[in-house]
């Protein structure tokens, strides 16, 4: 537009005097031909003027010329002038043609600017929305290769983790196949050990009805890597134990061991006990109280994870060492090897040989629930693999089909640009040839106003009364009535800038014309968002997205229609995440009232631990904290009592290691603790309640919870010792109706069991003791001699050990004051005189 406008203001600028020049003669018959000077030919213009031709426009001299003039200008005002020379027209008619010229010129001129300035504008538009839209289409194609790359990336990673976890599947399930055959093999030998185990149980118990007899012959036999072993002295059920698998050999021998450990160590402490010297018992209570240090207590599920070595090493080094002695494999020691062990009490005896039987039997349940975990263990494991494997394998296809999606999308983009370049190409083009056509029209009608000036000067009319004498302004136009559609009028006005006289002649000062006839903008209009989609992942960052639809096209300019996808990131925390603790509770009161209780502080979870991430145990130092407290000894006078409010089942061991004398001290033991407990308050209400349970073969309920002491002593007084083996797990399960049947839910449970050997199955009191700890039920132990580990308690005891797992020399300890004061101290955090 600006070339339009400075073409107008050079034609105007050519409107300067002319000199007289020989005019060529008329065309009578009055059409506006005009003859060119160059190549003769004449053109009709659209108002009947004459258009000058024959030279370009920016190659025309400065001055308008009389000549030019006059062929710019109709044949009518041509021949009117011939005429004004000659007299027979006069000077105002010709005047007012030369007027009605420029008038006509003048308004077209003005039409003109109007017209070529909105055309140009739109064109301008055009080219701009076009380059734009090219612009977009480059950024989009620049944006989706970079999208194309980062997806090949993806899909050559998820390909070669692919890969790697396809190598770990087929590993895992190879190992997962090794351990399941390793397990059924140690299954297999200790299913055929079972019936051995019992039937050599029931030789060696023979002459033991747990009411007397002789068992059979022990004996101790030192090994070349100074161990000790106890075996039986008859070389025929030597060969019975080695005809066992590994396992249930070890288990056999460290029964032997216990119960021979134990009846040394009873005798020794009674001989003490006596102020008498025996050295050699000493001597030997030393020795396999060192064995017993060194020899860590049977862990089944340990020992079961071993069965891989006891199926198939166990024979092939008992060879080996066979080539350097072959007594280990039949169990056949040299005679300078073993010595004779002590002879045993038969019920002691019978009752270590039942733990033997009942321990072949653990090692085959925990066995089987360690093969049952494992397979579970490996089915999930592998399960993982192969969801992860699918899991990639989708995204891997999913993200090829993208892949290509893009590759056709690019395709579409290319051909979409390469129609945008020639497009604008095109815009570009036209561009200039209606700049072209603008600036010709222009000059036509700025030249044929010239072109009547220089033709009025040459009459000299009287002031005022040629148009073009008037200097007018530029139009100001005023906002138009409409911003779009039909019918808006926009009025423009200029004002006078010079004239001849107050009555000269001048061009219209006001204009109307129709303004803004386009199409009203539509904006585009979306509809709703949809609720956001899941996550892709559960942790570790995933992602979500929502749509919504286009209602609505944007039109003609209007609001462009917005995103039809959002996509954001969700679930950024980490699959492994710790746990959360709170903070630091107050400290508790003492544990105990004397023999050094403990203080203690704990952090609970908040949130657990999610995937594989770490939260401490509730006895870590981070969750719990100690301190000593009440650390003097208990007094024994004056006598003190407890005085809490709890509910106590006593477990009493009647097995047959415990024996006649040492089932009676346990008796007069729980009695003289029940003494010394204040079972009613004042008004009668039930304080401590105590239940009693006796366990041998049978568990047998001496008493339900009760407050009536008399009543309890009489029960323990009238309890029958029943030497049998030693069901401690069945008592636990006794114990716990009793208290579910009759405990108080707001008050505290306890279970105290007084024993001196192992159980008949481990397996089973350590699920009881798993049970009642569940429910918040304290177990409490009362070991008496050294027949029982103190290390393999601590897996069914409470926490803390020291106040839960109480060690009793003798049963001759047991009747001792401090006795029943070390275990109402543990019990019973408060004491009164």
Same mark, same amino acid.
């Given at each position: 537009?600006?070339?339009?406008?400075?073409?107008?203001?050079?034609?105007?600028?050519?409107?300067?005097?002319?000199?007289?020049?020989?005019?060529?003669?008329?065309?009578?018959?009055?059409?506006?031909?005009?003859?060119?000077?160059?190549?003769?030919?004449?053109?009709?213009?659209?108002?009947?003027?004459?258009?000058?031709?024959?030279?370009?426009?920016?190659?025309?001299?400065?001055?308008?010329?009389?000549?030019?003039?006059?062929?710019?200008?109709?044949?009518?005002?041509?021949?009117?002038?011939?005429?004004?020379?000659?007299?027979?027209?006069?000077?105002?008619?010709?005047?007012?043609?030369?007027?009605?010229?420029?008038?006509?010129?003048?308004?077209?001129?003005?039409?003109?600017?109007?017209?070529?300035?909105?055309?140009?504008?739109?064109?301008?538009?055009?080219?701009?929305?076009?380059?734009?839209?090219?612009?977009?289409?480059?950024?989009?194609?620049?944006?989706?290769?970079?999208?194309?790359?980062?997806?090949?990336?993806?899909?050559?990673?998820?390909?070669?983790?692919?890969?790697?976890?396809?190598?770990?599947?087929?590993?895992?399930?190879?190992?997962?196949?090794?351990?399941?055959?390793?397990?059924?093999?140690?299954?297999?030998?200790?299913?055929?050990?079972?019936?051995?185990?019992?039937?050599?149980?029931?030789?060696?118990?023979?002459?033991?009805?747990?009411?007397?007899?002789?068992?059979?012959?022990?004996?101790?036999?030192?090994?070349?890597?100074?161990?000790?072993?106890?075996?039986?002295?008859?070389?025929?059920?030597?060969?019975?134990?080695?005809?066992?698998?590994?396992? $249930?050999?070890?288990?056999?021998?460290?029964?032997?061991?216990?119960?021979?450990?134990?009846?040394?160590?009873?005798?020794?402490?009674?001989?003490?006990?006596?102020?008498?010297?025996?050295?050699?018992?000493?001597?030997?209570?030393?020795?396999?109280?060192?064995?017993?240090?060194?020899?860590?207590?049977?862990?089944?599920?340990?020992?079961?994870?071993?069965?891989?070595?006891?199926?198939?090493?166990?024979?092939?080094?008992?060879? !080996?060492?066979?080539?350097?002695?072959?007594?280990?494999?039949?169990?056949?020691?040299?005679?300078?090897?073993?010595?004779?062990?002590?002879?045993?009490?038969?019920?002691?005896?019978?009752?270590?040989?039942?733990?033997?039987?009942?321990?072949?039997?653990?090692?085959?349940?925990?066995?089987?629930?360690?093969?049952?975990?494992?397979?579970?263990?490996?089915?999930?494991?592998?399960?993982?693999?192969?969801?992860?494997?699918?899991?990639?394998?989708?995204?891997?296809?999913?993200?090829?089909?993208?892949?290509?999606?893009?590759?056709?999308?690019?395709?579409?983009?290319?051909?979409?640009?390469?129609?945008?370049?020639?497009?604008?190409?095109?815009?570009?083009?036209?561009?200039?040839?209606?700049?072209?056509?603008?600036?010709?029209?222009?000059?036509?009608?700025?030249?044929?106003?010239?072109?009547?000036?220089?033709?009025?000067?040459?009459? !000299?009319?009287?002031?005022?009364?040629?148009?073009?004498?008037?200097?007018?302004?530029?139009?100001?136009?005023?906002?138009?009535?409409? $911003?779009?559609?039909?019918?808006?009028?926009?009025?423009?006005?200029?004002?006078?800038?010079?004239?001849?006289?107050?009555?000269?002649?001048?061009?219209?000062?006001?204009?109307?014309?129709?303004?803004?006839?386009?199409?009203?903008?539509?904006?585009?209009?979306?509809?709703?968002?949809?609720?956001?989609?899941?996550?892709?992942?559960?942790?570790?960052?995933?992602?979500?997205?929502?749509?919504?639809?286009?209602?609505?096209?944007?039109?003609?300019?209007?609001?462009?229609?917005?995103?039809?996808?959002?996509?954001?990131?969700?679930?950024?925390?980490?699959?492994?995440?710790?746990?959360?603790?709170?903070?630091?509770?107050?400290?508790?009161?003492?544990?105990?009232?004397?023999?050094?209780?403990?203080?203690?502080?704990?952090?609970?979870?908040?949130?657990?631990?999610?995937?594989?991430?770490?939260?401490?145990?509730?006895?870590?130092?981070?969750?719990?904290?100690?301190?000593?407290?009440?650390?003097?000894?208990?007094?024994?006078?004056?006598?003190?009592?407890?005085?809490?409010?709890?509910?106590?089942?006593?477990?009493?061991?009647?097995?047959?290691?415990?024996?006649?004398?040492?089932?009676?001290?346990?008796?007069?033991?729980?009695?003289?603790?029940?003494?010394?407990?204040?079972?009613?308050?004042?008004?009668?209400?039930?304080?401590?309640?105590?239940?009693?349970?006796?366990?041998?073969?049978?568990?047998?309920?001496?008493?339900?919870?009760?407050?009536? !002491?008399?009543?309890?002593?009489?029960?323990?007084?009238?309890?029958?010792?029943?030497?049998?083996?030693?069901?401690?797990?069945?008592?636990?399960?006794?114990?716990?109706?009793?208290?579910?049947?009759?405990?108080?839910?707001?008050?505290?449970?306890?279970?105290?069991?007084?024993?001196?050997?192992?159980?008949?199955?481990?397996?089973?009191?350590?699920?009881?003791?798993?049970?009642?700890?569940?429910?918040?039920?304290?177990?409490?132990?009362?070991?008496?001699?050294?027949?029982?580990?103190?290390?393999?308690?601590?897996?069914?005891?409470?926490?803390?050990?020291?106040?839960?797992?109480?060690?009793?020399?003798?049963?001759?300890?047991?009747?001792?004051?401090?006795?029943?004061?070390?275990?109402?101290?543990?019990?019973?955090?408060?004491?009164?005189?």
């Amino acid at each position: 537009m600006a070339r339009v406008a400075a073409a107008a203001l050079l034609a105007l600028a050519l409107c300067r005097g002319a000199a007289s020049v020989a005019l060529p003669p008329s065309n009578a018959s009055g059409v506006a031909l005009v003859q060119v000077a160059h190549g003769g030919r004449r053109v009709r213009h659209r108002h009947g003027h004459r258009r000058l031709r024959g030279s370009s426009r920016s190659g025309r001299k400065a001055d308008l010329s009389l000549d030019d003039a006059l062929e710019a200008l109709p044949v009518r005002v041509h021949e009117m002038y011939m005429q004004v020379k000659v007299g027979a027209v006069e000077g105002k008619d010709f005047v007012a043609a030369l007027n009605e010229v420029y008038t006509r010129a003048q308004a077209e001129h003005d039409e003109l600017t109007f017209k070529c300035k909105e055309k140009s504008g739109a064109v301008k538009s055009e080219v701009e929305k076009s380059r734009a839209a090219l612009m977009e289409t480059e950024q989009a194609i620049t944006q989706l290769q970079d999208r194309m790359q980062s997806i090949q990336h993806g899909i050559d990673a998820s390909l070669a983790e692919l890969e790697a976890l396809r190598g770990s599947f087929e590993e895992k399930r190879k190992a997962c196949k090794k351990n399941e055959e390793t397990q059924a093999n140690a299954l297999q030998m200790l299913n055929l050990d079972l019936p051995q185990a019992t039937a050599l149980t029931k030789k060696v118990t023979a002459n033991c009805n747990f009411g007397g007899g002789t068992p059979v012959d022990l004996v101790e036999c030192s090994l070349p890597d100074s161990s000790y072993v106890v075996t039986f002295k008859d070389q025929d059920l030597r060969k019975t134990v080695s005809s066992l698998s590994g396992l $249930s050999e070890r288990v056999l021998a460290l029964q032997l061991e216990r119960a021979v450990r134990g009846e040394i160590s009873r005798k020794a402490t009674a001989a003490a006990d006596k102020g008498k010297s025996f050295v050699q018992m000493a001597a030997r209570r030393h020795r396999l109280a060192s064995v017993n240090r060194t020899s860590s207590p049977l862990q089944f599920l340990q020992v079961a994870g071993d069965a891989s070595r006891d199926s198939d090493a166990d024979q092939d080094s008992d060879a !080996a060492q066979d080539s350097d002695d072959s007594a280990d494999a039949d169990g056949d020691y040299p005679d300078d090897w073993c010595a004779a062990a002590p002879p045993l009490p038969c019920e002691s005896f019978a009752d270590y040989m039942a733990s033997f039987a009942g321990g072949v039997e653990d090692l085959v349940d925990e066995l089987k629930i360690r093969a049952n975990d494992e397979a579970d263990h490996c089915n999930e494991m592998l399960d993982q693999y192969a969801a992860r494997i699918k899991k990639l394998k989708r995204q891997s296809d999913d993200a090829g089909v993208e892949l290509a999606n893009a590759v056709a999308q690019q395709s579409d983009l290319e051909t979409a640009r390469r129609m945008q370049r020639e497009q604008l190409k095109e815009l570009t083009k036209d561009t200039g040839i209606t700049t072209k056509q603008c600036e010709d029209r222009l000059q036509d009608s700025s030249t044929a106003m010239c072109s009547a000036k220089v033709l009025a000067r040459e009459v !000299a009319p009287a002031a005022g009364e040629f148009m073009g004498d008037c200097v007018v302004s530029d139009w100001v136009p005023s906002a138009c009535s409409k $911003s779009c559609g039909k019918g808006g009028e926009q009025t423009l006005t200029r004002r006078v800038i010079f004239s001849a006289s107050e009555k000269a002649k001048c061009p219209p000062l006001e204009l109307k014309r129709k303004c803004n006839e386009k199409p009203c903008p539509v904006d585009g209009v979306m509809g709703r968002w949809q609720d956001w989609s899941q996550c892709s992942q559960a942790c570790g960052g995933g992602t979500r997205s929502r749509r919504r639809d286009v209602v609505r096209q944007a039109e003609h300019g209007g609001l462009p229609t917005g995103e039809t996808m959002q996509e954001e990131r969700c679930n950024v925390h980490p699959c492994d995440q710790d746990c959360v603790l709170t903070h630091w509770t107050e400290w508790s009161t003492c544990s105990k009232a004397c023999n050094s209780g403990h203080r203690s502080r704990v952090r609970n979870v908040v949130r657990p631990a999610i995937g594989n991430a770490m939260c401490p145990d509730e006895h870590d130092a981070e969750r719990w904290q100690s301190m000593s407290c009440n650390t003097e000894k208990c007094k024994e006078e004056p006598v003190l009592k407890c005085k809490d409010m709890m509910d106590v089942v006593f477990a009493l061991d009647s097995s047959g290691s415990m024996g006649t004398d040492g089932f009676k001290s346990a008796q007069e033991f729980l009695q003289a603790v029940i003494d010394r407990m204040t079972l009613q308050a004042e008004d009668k209400s039930a304080l401590t309640q105590v239940g009693l349970v006796k366990f041998g073969a049978k568990v047998e309920a001496l008493s339900q919870l009760s407050t009536d !002491a008399a009543a309890l002593k009489g029960a323990i007084s009238g309890a029958k010792f029943t030497p049998s083996q030693t069901n401690t797990g069945e008592a636990l399960a006794i114990a716990a109706q009793i208290l579910d049947q009759h405990g108080r839910p707001s008050v505290h449970s306890t279970v105290v069991v007084v024993t001196d050997g192992m159980p008949a199955s481990s397996y089973i009191l350590r699920s009881e003791a798993e049970r009642l700890k569940k429910r918040g039920v304290r177990l409490v132990f009362v070991l008496v001699g050294a027949g029982i580990s103190r290390r393999t308690v601590e897996l069914w005891a409470s926490w803390p050990m020291p106040e839960n797992i109480i060690r009793v020399r003798s049963f001759a300890g047991l009747k001792k004051k401090e006795t029943a004061t070390a275990i109402l101290a543990a019990l019973c955090p408060k004491f009164e005189k």
